[in-house]
Nanobody
């Protein structure tokens, strides 16, 4: 059974930074594309960043230039570095292998003064 554990969320002031981690089990980060999604209350889950097995990256427009997705194949972990955070970034963040419908419990990110 694929297992995904997200961590690193928390409460941060506008302009601050957080680094999210997603530890994957029973699925290879090296061989699969992974994405970070987020879901704010009352909204649909949206893809904010993705990374291919070969390291190619894509970002949603609202986070371009502020968020960076990366991975460590040896640790089988995917990361999301979030800088210059805004209140509208507040959401539960999830990582998932793209197209595979496996989800972790998510990690809450709250940006507020």
């Amino acid at each position: 059974q694929v297992h995904l554990v997200e961590s690193g969320g928390g409460l941060v002031q506008p302009g601050g930074s957080l680094r999210l981690s997603c530890a994957a089990s029973r699925i290879s980060v090296r061989l699969n594309a992974f994405g970070w999604y987020r879901q704010a209350p009352g909204t649909q889950r949206e893809l904010v960043a993705s990374i291919q097995g070969n390291g190619a990256r894509n970002y949603a427009e609202p986070v371009k230039g502020r968020f960076t997705i990366s991975k460590d194949d040896a640790k089988n972990t995917v990361y999301l570095q979030m800088n210059s955070l805004k209140p509208e970034d507040t959401a539960v963040y999830y990582c998932t292998p793209l197209g595979r419908n496996y989800w972790g419990q998510g990690t809450q990110v709250t940006v507020s003064s």
